[in-house]
């Protein structure tokens, strides 16, 4: 069974607009980590935002945030003021416990000038 | 800001070769890991690594891939007899803690083509 799920393999969105990137995740633990992390065509991955299974407020980081409902097990990335250097592929990851990280198969973004 | 370093960018080499990916992970950092991406795919666990041996493995990392931390600040991945299917870009991660809220901060990956 798939623990992460990113339903978009693709996303386009208009230069100066926000985004909302899906991810939902599967799991029985109580502690776990949601991670998102951005490749672009250079092919790095570059850690974006986290949020952690106890955390009762959603992650923000500059332009990124993260709408966490546990109850619904999601947590969907929100880019806003969208810029060309946003184009790129979005992964979305889970660490439950100790575990290995989980990586959803990624959406990729393009923003249209 | 401490980043990841990984060497080569890339590399090619026959099938049946060994090759060894480098890594230096971030100083402070005492978990490493290994991670796969095949083209066009998603990204995959190989292993990680703390206190100087196997933490936790998948079933990807068979007897062909072993993991070594050679000296202070190295961490290489070696596949032996390498298979086509081997092809892929391979990243190296490290994190300060093993919990499920460490963050894993990747290196810039080696992209590897059996040919």
């Known amino acids: 069974a798939q623990k992460i799920t990113q339903t978009q393999p693709g996303m386009f969105v208009q230069e100066k607009e926000a985004v909302t990137l899906d991810c939902t995740y599967d799991t029985s633990d109580q502690s776990y980590g949601l991670f998102w992390y951005k490749q672009p065509s250079s092919g790095e991955m570059i850690f974006l935002i986290y949020?952690?299974?106890?955390?009762?407020q959603n992650a923000t980081e500059g332009r990124y945030s993260l709408n966490f409902q546990k109850a619904r097990k999601s947590a969907n990335l929100v880019i806003s003021a969208s810029q060309l250097g946003d184009s790129a592929m979005y992964f979305c990851a889970m660490r439950e416990g100790d575990n290995d990280m989980r990586f959803g198969a990624g959406t990729r973004l393009t923003v249209k000038p | 800001e401490p980043e990841v370093t990984q060497t080569p960018s890339h590399q090619v080499t026959q099938m049946g070769q060994e090759v060894i990916l480098r890594c230096v992970p971030i100083?402070?950092?005492?978990?490493f890991y290994w991670y796969r991406q095949i083209l066009g795919q998603k990204v995959e666990f190989l292993v990680s690594?703390?206190?100087?041996?196997?933490?936790?493995k998948s079933e990807i990392f068979d007897d062909q891939f072993s993991v070594e931390r050679p000296d202070g600040s190295n961490f290489t991945l070696k596949i032996r007899s390498t298979k086509l299917e081997d092809s892929a870009m391979y990243f190296c991660?490290?994190?300060?803690?093993?919990?499920?809220?460490?963050?894993?901060?990747f290196g810039p990956g080696t992209r590897l083509l059996v040919l």
């Open positions: 100083s402070n950092h005492l978990y």
């Open positions: 690594f703390y206190n100087n041996e196997i933490s936790e």
């Open positions: 949020q952690g299974s106890y955390d009762e």
């Open positions: 991660a490290s994190s300060e803690g093993g919990g499920a809220s460490e963050t894993q901060y």
